[in-house]
């Protein structure tokens, strides 16, 4: 069975600061991570996803993740937050056998502060 | 990329009646789903819809009270039945190639409100 667990539901940032989103994940075979952006009253934008290959991800908007398996880690990450950034995250898991089937964290809400 | 359209993006209904939602991808997609997001919380999938045959359900959801249709590789409907203030939620459809480690595209969502 896979799970995600999102640590932190509410994160403030100050503009031009670092965001750092944690995700960790449970999965009894290789995972495939993914994380989600919803701005309010939207659907789910996909920002970046580990698949296979290098673990230090780059998705839009200036996010990355690094997926550590040691750690069962997937900490989304940008170096400088903007206003535009505040919106609520999601980290999701899926793997092959299921593909598209995702299963979420219970998201973190970010909050950038002027 | 798919670009998935979800119809109404918004409704308010009166209990005990059942509400249909509609999904339309813009591109044929092996596997779509139907996700509920209650307030404040993660998207839980109610189930996967499969072309020209019964959805499959996850544990804590039954077709008698959200029954979902797939006509066709672009097109799925999802009705909430006899619907009770407990269903005010966000559903959001999502569609995918089927490949594995390939995203899930989602819709802007069906905000239902029960009163």
């Known amino acids: 069975a896979q799970s995600v667990t999102q640590l932190g539901s509410h994160v403030s940032v100050s503009e031009g600061a670092l965001v750092l989103l944690r995700c960790n994940y449970s999965s009894s075979v290789p995972p495939y991570l993914f994380w989600y952006v919803q701005y309010p009253n939207q659907g789910l934008q996909l920002l970046l996803k580990?698949?296979?290959?290098?673990?230090l991800v780059k998705g839009i908007n200036g996010f990355e993740a690094e997926f550590k398996k040691s750690e069962t880690s997937f900490h989304l990450t940008k170096p400088s937050a903007h206003m535009s950034d505040a919106a609520e995250y999601f980290c999701?898991?899926?793997?092959?056998?299921?593909?598209?089937?995702?299963?979420f964290g219970t998201g973190t809400r970010l909050t950038v502060i002027p | 990329s798919a670009v998935i359209s979800q119809k109404p993006s918004r409704d308010i209904c009166q209990r005990g009646t059942s509400l249909t939602i509609q999904c339309q991808v813009d591109?044929?997609?092996?596997?779509m789903f139907w996700y509920r997001q209650q307030p404040g919380q993660s998207l839980t999938l109610i189930a996967t819809a499969n072309q020209g045959s019964e959805a499959t359900y996850e544990s804590g959801f039954v077709i008698d009270k959200f029954p979902i249709s797939r006509p066709n590789l672009t097109f799925s409907t999802l009705t909430v039945s006899n619907m009770s203030p407990e269903d005010s939620s966000i559903y959001l459809c999502s569609g995918g190639t089927g490949t594995g480690g390939t995203e899930a595209f989602f819709g802007q969502g069906t905000r239902l409100t029960v009163v």
């Open positions: 591109s044929q997609v092996t596997m």
């Open positions: 580990y698949t296979t290959g290098a673990t």
């Open positions: 999701a898991v899926s793997v092959r056998e299921r593909a598209n089937n995702l299963f």
